[in-house]
């Protein structure tokens, strides 16, 4: 009987890896990401225009 559930094992496996490659084959390949030419770290969209602005600790500590 252990043969028999070692067997099973196999084939089950082998159906999902077959169905996997499958599922593979029909989403077909993707596409480089393309990156734009601009900065992807742009700052959001009120710091930019403020300048610089100067931090200052809290009084309580």
């Not at 099973?8 to 029909?26: A, D, E, H, N």
């Not at 992807?40 to 225009?49: K, Q």
């Amino acid at each position: 009987m252990s043969s028999l559930r070692g067997l099973y094992r196999l084939v089950l496996l082998v159906l999902v890896f077959q169905l996997s490659t499958l599922l593979l084959v029909i989403a077909g390949p993707v596409p480089p990401r393309l990156t734009p030419a601009t900065n992807a770290f742009r700052p959001e969209a009120g710091t930019a225009a403020a300048g610089t602005f100067s931090v200052t600790p809290h009084p309580y500590r």
